[in-house]
Each structure stands twice: as structure tokens, then as C-alpha cells.
């Protein structure tokens, strides 16, 4: 299944979200962003050195996943995968359905700077809050170190709930890290936001 949103502005490109293939030309993709050790600054595996890494992490780990997915920039037939989300359910309690999820992104760093990780995220968050009638909470952490990070949840409509201190361990440092969210009812309450005269939200 693939999902695409068109940016709002009218030179800028369709952003598309589809699955990952264990193809070469998505482990060549894949490699445009995990063999950078700027994007894998912030990611608990180090850069990667070849491409059969790839291939592994995407048969090992984001066939089989709930939903991950590549960030495809550029017209419909012809986009180019320039980055991957992911939306992990949270582990369930009592045999129940769980009720909160987390995201996470990472963007080739040639595309930095131009939207395309906040327009995923929101796509993301639309695509899982109406596949998942049980989501209640979707939540997001960013590195206290990572400002660009924490804009890209802020644009995408998260809310910063604080920073937890040492909450990770990251290539054998602890981390404090800043917790963002989107509930439910924040998506509700954003869809009641006036609609200008030009057909557009508040930016």
C-alpha cells in the first residue's frame, strides 16, 4: 500500500510512503542515509560500510516489522527513496490491545532542511491513527543534542511533553532525550482549526 501526500506548495515535490523490497535498489537507497555518520549520529547502530548490511537490516528487520516504510520524493512512478519511518506498537498489557505507538524517522542528509521528514510524520500519523482504531497515543523522542529533530515533531503538530534524563544508552553513553506526542485528541481538535480563504490551515 503506498501513501502520498502532495506539499503545499506548488513547486514542491509528492511525498510517498510504500513498503520496503528486498530489491538492490532499495538497499542502494537505504544506503544513502546508513552510511552517513551524521544521520547515524543519533541511531543506536553505526554507520554502515557496505551495502549487503542493508540487505540484512531490511530482511531481518523491516520486512517483518508492523509498519516501516521508505520516504519516496518526486512525481508519482518516478520517486526516489530518500529516507524510512517506522511505527512500533507499544508491547501489550494484560493480553489488551495496546493503546500507544512510537515513530521514528531518519532522512538522507542531501534532503535535510526541506520538510520532507515533518511531511512524512504527519502522513505517518494520519495513516496509523485510522488503520489502528486502538491508537490512542503516538510518541516520538528526539535527542536533547538534536535540534532539527525536535522541529521536524513540533511542525508535524507533536506536543514537547519534557526531557527524560538518561533514557537511553546510544554507542555506550547515556542520553537524555526530549518526549514528544500526539493523542488522539489533538488530531481532533487540529481539524477543527479555521480553513482560510485560500482553501489553507494557519501555517
Known amino acids: 500500500m503506498e501513501l502520498q501526500q502532495v506539499g503545499p506548495e506548488p513547486d514542491e515535490d509528492v511525498i510517498t510512503l510504500r513498503e520496503f523490497t528486498p530489491s538492490d535498489a532499495d538497499a542502494e537507497a537505504f544506503m544513502s542515509w546508513a552510511s552517513d555518520p551524521l544521520v547515524a549520529r543519533f541511531q543506536r547502530r ?4 557496505n551495502a549487503d548490511q542493508a540487505r540484512r537490516y531490511i530482511a531481518d528487520h523491516v520486512l517483518p516489522h ?3 516504510r521508505a520516504i519516496c520524493l518526486g512525481p508519482h512512478g518516478d520517486a ?3 529516507g524510512s519511518i517506522s511505527v512500533k506498537p507499544a508491547a501489550a498489557e494484560d493480553g489488551r490491545l495496546p493503546f500507544r505507538a512510537s515513530v521514528g524517522y531518519r532522512v538522507a542528509r542531501a534532503h535535510w532542511g526541506r520538510g520532507v521528514a515533518t511531511r512524512a510524520v504527519r502522513l505517518a500519523a494520519e495513516h496509523v491513527f485510522a488503520a489502528w482504531p486502538w491508537l490512542l497515543r503516538l510518541e516520538a523522542v528526539a535527542d536533547v ?3 532539527a529533530s525536535q522541529r521536524v515533531l513540533e511542525k508535524a503538530g507533536f506536543v514537547r511533553e519534557g526531557v527524560l534524563r538518561k533514557y537511553i544508552v ?3 553513553r547515556t542520553r537524555d532525550m526530549v518526549m514528544f506526542s500526539l493523542v488522539d485528541t489533538d488530531r481532533r481538535d487540529q ?3 479555521p480553513v482560510h480563504a485560500d482553501g489553507h490551515g494557519p501555517s
Open 46 to 49: 553505526d554507520a554502515y560500510d
Open 66 to 68: 508492523p509498519w516501516y
Open 170 to 172: 546510544l554507542k555506550g
Open 80 to 82: 526516489a527513496v530518500v
Open 145 to 147: 543534542e538534536n535540534p
Open 191 to 193: 481539524n477543527k482549526k
